[in-house]
């Protein structure tokens, strides 16, 4: 378990409730890229695989909750979408 691993993690972590509240508050995708999004989702599942298979501990916990932060603010980029449309 790597100190700086847990602080990247909680510091992204922290972050991505306010853009999840901008999203959902704005209604709209102004400034939002969906790529962007997947791309960091991407890499929390590639986290949470190398946990798994080979070096598992708790800090699995933080990728899967971040992981989930960003899956909560796609959703709301689609919901935006349908909005706005």
């Known amino acids: 378990m790597s100190i700086f691993e847990i602080i990247m993690l909680l510091c992204f972590g ?3 409730p306010f853009s999840i509240y901008k999203s959902y508050k704005a209604r709209t995708n102004s400034g939002k890229s969906v790529v962007f999004l997947y ?3 991407l890499g929390y ?3 949470i695989m190398h946990k798994t298979f080979y070096n598992f501990d708790l800090v699995i916990i933080l990728y899967i909750v971040n992981g989930l932060m960003v899956l909560a603010d796609i959703m ?3 919901r ?3 909005l706005t449309a």
Do not use: E, P, Q
């Open 39 to 41: 791309i960091i989702l």
């Open 80 to 82: 935006n979408s349908r």
């Open 76 to 78: 709301l980029y689609y």
């Open 14 to 16: 922290f972050a991505w």
């Open 45 to 47: 599942l590639a986290g």
